[in-house]
């Protein structure tokens, strides 16, 4: 019984498959209307789908035409001939109407921008100042230097022979500035007498 069944179900999926085969195609509204004559040229035609052109726009893109003004505008900054230079990449100039100009060099181009009175360059931070807030501790033949950091507190050790003297003038600084604030003399001097 079930051998039959499956039997039957085989054979209507069969038909139903065959019915979709069979349905005619609809050709293109062109043809439909004028049937065309076998071994004509426009049947030939007429039996190949149509072609799309893929690499031509649906639409042409329109020309800009930009005036001299515009495209003086548009133009990429470049340093002058006769700028002059004040620092690395940095190039200064005055213009015609007396505006002066900075320029620099950098990898994407060069940036222009005009210089204000009493503007200044910003300088690099000198060692000095960036060991100014710096903390230095004395562990004896080594110092502790704690610096604060915006992801936390910088803390490192270096031995006394092996600090840099940028290092060496900001610890005899700081120990000099702790000494005359608590009246102190010297740590060599405070060393108590030696018994024999």
Known sequence: ??????????????????????????????????????????????????????HQPAVAPAESKL??????????????????????????????????????KTPFGVSKWEEKPGEQEPR???PASAQAGTIMTDLGDSVQFQRPTPFGPQKWTRKKSELTEDEKSAFATQEHARQSVLGTKPADAAKPPEQH
Not at 17 to 45: I, L, R
Not at 84 to 103: C, H, I
Request: charge should be positive; hydrophobic fraction near 40%; glycine fraction near 6%.
């Open 1 to 54: 019984m079930k051998t039959i069944a499956l039997l039957a179900i085989g054979a209507a999926l069969a038909l139903a498959s065959d019915q979709d085969n069979k349905k005619p195609e609809s050709k293109p509204s062109s043809t439909a209307a004028t049937p065309a004559k076998p071994g004509h040229p426009a049947a030939a035609v007429a039996s190949q789908p149509a072609k799309r052109k893929l």
């Open 67 to 104: 005036t001299p003004a515009q495209q003086a505008a548009a133009a990429l900054p470049q340093v002058p001939p006769g700028a002059k230079e004040v620092g690395p990449n940095l190039f200064s100039s005055t213009d015609a109407q007396g505006k002066r100009w900075m320029y620099r």
């Open 124 to 126: 690099a931070e000198s």
